[in-house]
């Protein structure tokens, strides 16, 4: 009887633990599996004191439940260990670490929410669908979770090798993983299966930028730009495009590229407002106190950071080749203490703070 409930008990356990994600339910399970432990225990002693009464050779055997107990306590605390993330995994108030930065800091996800959830269901139900695997990809990015969105897209690509979007999906989140050159791959072959896909050239010009190709960088650009059809990706476009022409020591050129930003070109998308003062900051139309954006409110706020990271980036990037490398380290060094390790100007200063230690 007590090595069925054993097994019962176990069994119990470990199908609630199969349910389980957030680390607020290890704890109701911890409480699951002492409340059979103890009911187990109990039910032992009781059996322990019935045999008792019936033999007077119990000496042996009265040791059984109590070992079985204790061996019970023991395997409590192993699995829920062995089931709880590790710390190189996961700490309090984060998900799974995604990244060491070169920098030397640990780069962590956000918890799964809703979205997450729900994408994932969707896909388990229709494992064979590209837009549900875009769509899980997308969701768990927005959770920084971006190994394991690279990972989704790749799963999406074992089925659907020739889809321009999970190329584009993948190389968009290896970028923000530092994975440079995969990411390149990536979005090149996204660019050959759709050569009139804007957001291939844009993150492909990235990717070279990144790496420090600022030629290379400023034709993909170009080519994205030459796709806009929208002042948004007018402003996104040409932003990128004159950063990257200024780093390539392509001053004119670059001051050409400012040319269609007229004072009638206004963005709709809320975030694209930075890069429309940043390129107005460029035109000598504002100062860069008038430019810079106040510090985010705190970890939670996630536009205000990202509207500091993407300015103080862009500025301290126009001080470097204004030959004010002290106040650009300054303003990088700011942006990489946030938590938006995933944005573009995050990055960025990140990657300037490596090349002025070598």
């Known amino acids: 009887m007590t090595n069925i409930l054993w097994i019962r008990a176990e069994r119990v356990c470990a199908e609630k633990a199969s349910s389980l994600r957030s680390g607020e339910d290890w704890g109701a399970l911890l409480a699951l599996r002492l409340r059979y432990a103890l009911h187990v225990g109990r039910f032992s002693n009781y059996l322990e004191t019935a045999q008792m009464s019936r033999t ?13 107990f204790g061996m019970l306590l023991f395997m409590v605390f192993f699995g829920l260990a062995a089931r709880l993330p590790s710390q190189n995994g996961a700490e309090a108030g984060h998900g799974a670490l995604e990244l060491t930065s070169g920098l030397g800091r640990k780069l962590y996800a956000l918890p799964d929410d809703e979205k997450v959830i729900n994408a994932r269901n969707r896909l388990a139900a229709d494992s064979k669908s590209v837009e549900r695997v875009l769509q899980l990809s997308k969701a768990e990015a927005a959770r920084r979770q971006y190994r394991e969105a690279v990972a989704t897209s790749t799963q999406g690509l074992a089925f659907a090798p020739k889809n321009a979007d999970l190329y584009l999906e993948r190389g968009h989140r290896e970028l923000g993983l530092r994975e440079f050159k995969p990411a390149m791959n990536d979005l090149e072959q996204a660019t050959r ?3 009139e896909m804007l957001d291939a050239y844009y993150h492909l010009g990235l990717a070279h930028y990144f790496l420090g190709e600022f030629d290379e960088a400023a034709a993909s650009f170009d080519r994205a730009r030459a796709l806009a059809n929208n002042n948004d990706s007018l402003i996104d476009c040409s932003n990128w495009l004159y950063v990257s022409l200024r780093r390539a020591g392509k001053e004119q050129e670059a001051a050409q590229a400012l040319a269609r930003i007229m004072p009638e070109v206004k963005n709709t998308e809320p975030h694209l407002y930075f890069y429309l003062r940043l390129l107005h900051f460029y035109q000598g139309q504002l100062t860069a106190e008038a430019v810079l954006p106040p510090p985010p409110a705190g970890p939670e706020d996630l ?11 862009g500025v301290g990037n126009w001080r470097l080749y204004h030959h004010n490398r002290s106040d650009a380290v300054g303003l ?20 300037e703070l490596l090349r002025g230690e070598k």
């Open 332 to 351: 990088f060094r700011n942006v990489v203490k946030g938590e938006a390790w995933n944005s573009w100007g995050f990055i960025g200063s990140e990657l």
């Open 303 to 313: 536009e205000g950071e990202l509207a500091f990271d993407t300015v103080s980036y």
């Open 193 to 195: 299966l759709a050569p």
């Open 56 to 68: 007077k050779c119990s000496i042996g055997w009265s040791w059984e439940p109590r070992v079985r």
